[in-house]
């Protein structure tokens, strides 16, 4: 049985740090393209970053470049999404996502995210 489990939202003030967990079983995380995806109220799930852990190929949206940073742990296998500077515009669910084909590619250019598993999500706040 495959879970991910994503862990370390919360709130936090903006300008603040938080870093993301998405801790899997049941997969190796080394052979499966892992993403993060987010919603917010009213809005449809987006496109946070990617990455096809094997290959090392990483996406990012407009939004987060530069604050942002996708990583792997293969020894945990575990992904993680360190988020710096945030902005209340960050605010949302952030779910982790794993899949066996190259999804982030197809994601990125507007085609809804295929992955086949998905965690529950956790809860990011950046406000005041």
């Known amino acids: 049985q495959v879970q991910l489990v994503e862990s370390g939202g919360g709130l936090v003030q903006p300008g603040g740090s938080l870093r993301l967990s998405c801790a899997a079983s049941?997969?190796?995380?080394?052979?499966?393209?892992m993403g993060w995806y987010r919603q917010s109220p009213g809005k449809e799930r987006e496109g946070v970053s990617c990455i096809t852990v094997r290959e090392g190929i990483i996406y990012y949206a407009d939004s987060v470049k530069g604050r942002f940073t996708i990583s792997s742990d293969n020894a945990k296998n575990t992904v993680f999404l360190q988020m710096n500077s945030l902005k209340p515009e960050d605010t949302a669910v952030y779910y982790c996502?794993?899949?066996?084909?190259?999804?982030?590619?197809?994601?990125?250019?507007?085609?809804?995210?295929?992955?086949?598993?998905w965690g529950q999500g956790t809860l990011v706040t950046a406000s005041e």
């Open positions: 996502a794993a899949g066996y084909g190259d999804y982030c590619q197809e994601t990125w250019m507007g085609e809804y995210p295929r992955f086949e598993y």
């Open positions: 049941g997969i190796t995380v080394s052979i499966f393209t």
